[in-house]
């Protein structure tokens, strides 16, 4: 038998190391040509036996300084350690690691890095291992930056104040933030599970209309470029509005983001502020310009079908009584119980509105004027009802002005003025009542604001102009005073009467500058002709307005003053209203006047109401009796014992007497009889320009040629 062969005897560790060795010269060759660093480690004595320019430039040292380092003393992180620790420790040890780790260059820079180590052998006692490092500097850098990005992004969607969802392109949610379960509720166990189905399910039981909601949602999800706005409307009242639009990424579509913004704080206030503009705010009932709309659609209507309307505008009379005596919060209290008492004279499609401080307007749909005066029969009895507040009991009324479609004006406009033109003739005829519009009255309207126009034209273009009336002493025929009377010729209008320009200047306040335009002149020309040799003095008219300004003393003393004229050359006139509205004011201000030397009268004594017993007590010098008592006398008993009897209460009171309107002898000579002090009228001299003044009373022209005798009318 042949004997077996011998086995080959078993390499020895020499020989096993010696056969990589051979290698070592083309694994050199072959991580120089890496682009990533790396270096050979020598298994048994775990020292770099190569190494490639990539790694000498990552770690900052040549090759040669590298050679011979120890693996550990390139990368010397726990893992690494404990890797070499068993390789060191013979067969069995591991074979390969690959971690991102860490290292430090020769300037001590800590770099980020892959590294990854191989065994370069077959078989289990590698003698080599391969060391890769990719430097992961620029890699990280960049992952940072988009993790800081994200981290900005949270923040940013976690701090504003809308609710954000974004879903992919399927539907599914991929990102959200808290104010999005706030503002929709959802409970925060659906957010955690990560459900979307529950989530979605949850915002459409939440909305009102869940089918229109759903609908409209599967919509926009088909329209993948869709940008779109709307209101949601939640069960809870909430009002949201959602804002929606597509998620790109270089240019394609990848999903969709929401933006849900609370905007029921909004919507309140939007819709106050509409109730502000429509309605009034203490009444709630329709305000001026929501009646105004109201009434232009009544109109269109009614202009279609031929049909009719009325609106009646009222007023409460002496209402700022009780806001003075009562105060503001009663006032307003009022104005409610009014609002409320004027809805029940309401019929089916009437409607009623606060238009001012205490004006209302009833809108009354297919009436005539028999329908309309019975609206406005309803509200003053409405409003004349006992009124009760803190338990004080009153009774308030109020004056009501109607006018009637198409009668009274086609347009809203319009209607209104003219039922308020007809409310203000209510109260001018004695309030608590109505009045329909009267078309010759816008007339009049019209005609007195030309006037109150032409009036300040010609104060500022000098047009007015003074004459003086002589007053005459009965006794001795001398004259002992001149009254200035204001006269106006207007370019267009021609002579303009006092009689039609003083009540519009009245009305309107201009009765002030007026007033002291006439109280300048006047004190001016008693001035000039003081300094000419003619001491007369002159009477002026005083309004009621112009005496209760403050400073009306205070501009008498000024004009006296700049003029060098005494006071008792000065004589106001003033109505016997003046001094009864409020008698010790009026007291106060005419003792101031009588200080000044100023002579104080009564104008027109007799057609208004005095109490002798202010009488007595103010510094009057002169009654005047007014000219309606003269004309009949001395034929009319009525107005001779009326003449008889203010110049014995005269005398009793210390005053004189002039007389007024005096054109007649007899009149004169009855006058005298009965102790009238002076007169002024026709029968003497019209009033006069000042130059015919002055050669009237001198007796003769002031060049010296021969006077022609004056004609009395």
């Given at each position: 038998m042949s004997a077996e062969p011998a086995s080959p005897a078993p390499a020895s560790p020499a020989a096993a190391h010696d056969a990589p060795a051979a290698a070592l010269p083309a694994w050199t060759q072959l991580i120089a040509a890496l682009a990533d660093a790396a270096w050979l480690v020598d298994a048994r004595s775990q020292q770099v036996c190569a190494v490639n320019a990539a790694a000498a430039g990552l770690l900052g040292r040549s090759e040669q300084e590298l050679m011979g380092l120890s693996a550990t003393g390139l990368i010397a992180t726990p893992e690494d350690l404990a890797f070499w620790d068993d390789v060191g420790a013979g067969p069995g040890a591991s074979r390969w690691l690959a971690s991102d780790t860490v290292l430090v260059d020769a300037s001590g820079r800590l770099v980020r890095v892959n590294r990854r180590i191989q065994a370069l052998s077959a078989t289990p006692a590698a003698t080599h291992y391969l060391v890769t490092v990719q430097d992961r500097t620029e890699q990280q850098r960049q992952q940072d930056e988009r993790e800081a990005l994200l981290a900005g992004l949270q923040a940013t969607l976690e701090s504003t104040a809308d609710g954000i969802l974004v879903t992919d392109l399927a539907g599914r949610i991929t990102a959200f933030n808290r104010r999005f379960a706030q503002i929709w509720g959802v409970p925060e166990s659906l957010l955690t599970q990560r459900n979307d189905d529950a989530v979605y399910d949850w915002m459409r039981r939440s909305v009102v209309e869940p089918e229109a909601y759903q609908r409209r949602l599967a919509l926009i999800q088909e329209a993948t470029l869709l940008q779109a706005s709307e209101r949601v409307t939640l069960l809870s009242g909430q009002v949201l509005e959602r804002v929606t639009q597509p998620q790109n990424c270089q240019g394609r579509p990848t999903g969709r983001v929401w933006a849900f913004r609370d905007q029921t704080e909004l919507e309140a206030a939007s819709r106050r502020i509409a109730a502000l503009a429509t309605t009034d705010g203490l009444t709630g009932l329709f305000n001026r310009r929501q009646i105004g709309e109201a009434l232009a659609d009544s109109i269109h209507q009614a202009r279609r079908g031929s049909g009719t309307l009325a609106l009646l505008i009222l007023d409460l009379d002496r209402f700022k009584q009780i806001n003075d005596s009562l105060g503001h919060e009663i006032g307003d209290r009022v104005l409610l119980d009014t609002a409320e008492r004027l809805k029940t004279c309401l019929r089916q499609g009437d409607q009623v509105a606060r238009i001012g401080g205490?004006?209302?307007?009833?809108?009354?749909?297919?009436?005539?004027?028999?329908?309309?005066?019975?609206?406005?029969?309803?509200?003053?009895?409405?409003?004349?009802?006992?009124?009760?507040?803190?338990?004080?009991?009153?009774?308030?009324?109020?004056s009501v002005g109607v006018a009637l479609f198409p009668v009274d004006g086609d347009e809203g406009d319009q209607l209104l003025r003219h039922a308020e033109t007809a409310m203000q003739r209510a109260k001018q005829g004695g309030r608590a009542g109505f009045r329909f519009h009267q078309p010759h009255h816008d007339a009049d309207l019209r005609q007195r604001?030309?006037?109150?126009?032409?009036?300040?034209?010609?104060?500022?273009?000098?047009r007015f102009r003074l004459k003086y009336q002589p007053q005459i002493d009965l006794a001795s025929g001398a004259v002992v005073g001149a009254e200035a009377l204001i006269r106006w010729r207007d370019p267009e209008l021609g002579e303009v009467q006092p009689a039609e320009f003083i009540p519009v200047a009245e009305d309107s306040g201009f009765i002030v500058p007026i007033g002291d335009w006439v109280l300048a002149q006047a004190v001016r020309q008693a001035a000039r002709w003081r300094q000419e040799g003619l001491v007369m003095p002159v009477s002026?008219?005083?309004?009621?307005?112009?005496?209760?300004?403050?400073?009306?003393?205070?501009?008498?003393?000024?004009?006296?003053?700049?003029?060098?004229?005494?006071?008792?050359l000065l004589e106001l006139e003033l109505t016997e209203s003046i001094l009864v509205q409020d008698a010790d004011e009026a007291l106060q201000r005419l003792s101031q006047l009588s200080l000044l030397g100023v002579r104080l009268a009564i104008d027109d004594f007799g057609t208004g109401y005095s109490s002798l017993a202010y009488l007595k007590r103010f510094p009057i010098e002169r009654l005047k009796i007014d000219r309606s008592f003269i004309q009949g006398i001395p034929q009319d008993d009525s107005d001779a014992g009326i003449v008889r009897a203010i110049v014995q209460m005269s005398k009793a009171l210390g005053m004189k007497v002039v007389a007024e309107g005096v054109e007649t002898e007899p009149q004169r000579a009855f006058l005298l009889?009965?102790?009238?002090?002076?007169?002024?009228?026709f029968l003497y001299a019209p009033a006069l320009d000042a130059l015919s003044f002055d050669e009237r009373v001198r007796g003769r022209p002031r060049g010296g040629k021969p006077q022609l005798s004056l004609v009395s009318r």
């Amino acid at each position: 038998m042949s004997a077996e062969p011998a086995s080959p005897a078993p390499a020895s560790p020499a020989a096993a190391h010696d056969a990589p060795a051979a290698a070592l010269p083309a694994w050199t060759q072959l991580i120089a040509a890496l682009a990533d660093a790396a270096w050979l480690v020598d298994a048994r004595s775990q020292q770099v036996c190569a190494v490639n320019a990539a790694a000498a430039g990552l770690l900052g040292r040549s090759e040669q300084e590298l050679m011979g380092l120890s693996a550990t003393g390139l990368i010397a992180t726990p893992e690494d350690l404990a890797f070499w620790d068993d390789v060191g420790a013979g067969p069995g040890a591991s074979r390969w690691l690959a971690s991102d780790t860490v290292l430090v260059d020769a300037s001590g820079r800590l770099v980020r890095v892959n590294r990854r180590i191989q065994a370069l052998s077959a078989t289990p006692a590698a003698t080599h291992y391969l060391v890769t490092v990719q430097d992961r500097t620029e890699q990280q850098r960049q992952q940072d930056e988009r993790e800081a990005l994200l981290a900005g992004l949270q923040a940013t969607l976690e701090s504003t104040a809308d609710g954000i969802l974004v879903t992919d392109l399927a539907g599914r949610i991929t990102a959200f933030n808290r104010r999005f379960a706030q503002i929709w509720g959802v409970p925060e166990s659906l957010l955690t599970q990560r459900n979307d189905d529950a989530v979605y399910d949850w915002m459409r039981r939440s909305v009102v209309e869940p089918e229109a909601y759903q609908r409209r949602l599967a919509l926009i999800q088909e329209a993948t470029l869709l940008q779109a706005s709307e209101r949601v409307t939640l069960l809870s009242g909430q009002v949201l509005e959602r804002v929606t639009q597509p998620q790109n990424c270089q240019g394609r579509p990848t999903g969709r983001v929401w933006a849900f913004r609370d905007q029921t704080e909004l919507e309140a206030a939007s819709r106050r502020i509409a109730a502000l503009a429509t309605t009034d705010g203490l009444t709630g009932l329709f305000n001026r310009r929501q009646i105004g709309e109201a009434l232009a659609d009544s109109i269109h209507q009614a202009r279609r079908g031929s049909g009719t309307l009325a609106l009646l505008i009222l007023d409460l009379d002496r209402f700022k009584q009780i806001n003075d005596s009562l105060g503001h919060e009663i006032g307003d209290r009022v104005l409610l119980d009014t609002a409320e008492r004027l809805k029940t004279c309401l019929r089916q499609g009437d409607q009623v509105a606060r238009i001012g401080g205490d004006q209302f307007a009833l809108l009354v749909q297919r009436v005539d004027s028999r329908g309309a005066e019975a609206a406005a029969r309803r509200v003053l009895e409405a409003i004349s009802r006992p009124c009760a507040v803190d338990g004080l009991q009153f009774t308030m009324t109020c004056s009501v002005g109607v006018a009637l479609f198409p009668v009274d004006g086609d347009e809203g406009d319009q209607l209104l003025r003219h039922a308020e033109t007809a409310m203000q003739r209510a109260k001018q005829g004695g309030r608590a009542g109505f009045r329909f519009h009267q078309p010759h009255h816008d007339a009049d309207l019209r005609q007195r604001m030309r006037l109150d126009h032409a009036m300040r034209q010609a104060l500022a273009s000098n047009r007015f102009r003074l004459k003086y009336q002589p007053q005459i002493d009965l006794a001795s025929g001398a004259v002992v005073g001149a009254e200035a009377l204001i006269r106006w010729r207007d370019p267009e209008l021609g002579e303009v009467q006092p009689a039609e320009f003083i009540p519009v200047a009245e009305d309107s306040g201009f009765i002030v500058p007026i007033g002291d335009w006439v109280l300048a002149q006047a004190v001016r020309q008693a001035a000039r002709w003081r300094q000419e040799g003619l001491v007369m003095p002159v009477s002026i008219n005083v309004s009621a307005l112009q005496f209760q300004q403050a400073d009306f003393i205070d501009r008498v003393a000024g004009v006296l003053r700049d003029n060098e004229l005494p006071g008792s050359l000065l004589e106001l006139e003033l109505t016997e209203s003046i001094l009864v509205q409020d008698a010790d004011e009026a007291l106060q201000r005419l003792s101031q006047l009588s200080l000044l030397g100023v002579r104080l009268a009564i104008d027109d004594f007799g057609t208004g109401y005095s109490s002798l017993a202010y009488l007595k007590r103010f510094p009057i010098e002169r009654l005047k009796i007014d000219r309606s008592f003269i004309q009949g006398i001395p034929q009319d008993d009525s107005d001779a014992g009326i003449v008889r009897a203010i110049v014995q209460m005269s005398k009793a009171l210390g005053m004189k007497v002039v007389a007024e309107g005096v054109e007649t002898e007899p009149q004169r000579a009855f006058l005298l009889e009965a102790g009238c002090d002076h007169f002024q009228g026709f029968l003497y001299a019209p009033a006069l320009d000042a130059l015919s003044f002055d050669e009237r009373v001198r007796g003769r022209p002031r060049g010296g040629k021969p006077q022609l005798s004056l004609v009395s009318r």
